[in-house]
């Protein structure tokens, strides 16, 4: 079974900046994109960045220029860099991956989710 921990969540004021990380645990044989989604209150969960195994990103307009994803597949480990952030950032950010499992089967997994939290 597949895990993903992400954690690097908490309260930061508007301007600030903050680092998630999310780490994949279990049996498999390799991870293909991962991502991070948000889900504020009241709203639905949104894409807010993506990155392949080979490392090509892709952003939310929302969020260019301000976040900054990155991996590091002999880890297996994903981040977010938010720098600038802004009280519209506040939601629970998810991490997400598309992991080929030893059943030799893709599944997508989720992260329970860290809250971040921008004060204005």
């Known amino acids: 079974q597949v895990q993903l921990v992400d954690s690097g969540g908490g309260l930061v004021q508007a301007g600030g900046s903050l680092r998630l990380s999310c780490a994949a645990s279990?049996?498999?044989?390799?991870?293909?994109?991962m991502g991070w989604y948000r889900q504020a209150p009241g709203r639905q969960r949104e894409l807010v960045t993506t990155i392949t195994s080979g490392g090509t990103t892709n952003y939310a307009d929302s969020v260019k220029g301000r976040f900054t994803i990155s991996r590091d597949n002999a880890k297996n480990t994903v981040y977010l860099q938010m720098n600038s952030l802004k009280p519209e950032d506040t939601a629970v950010y998810y991490c997400?991956?598309?992991?080929?499992?030893?059943?030799?089967?893709?599944?997508?997994?989720w992260g329970a989710g860290t809250l971040v939290t921008v004060s204005s």
């Open positions: 279990g049996r498999f044989f390799r991870i293909n994109a």
């Open positions: 997400n991956a598309m992991v080929l499992t030893i059943s030799m089967t893709w599944n997508e997994v």
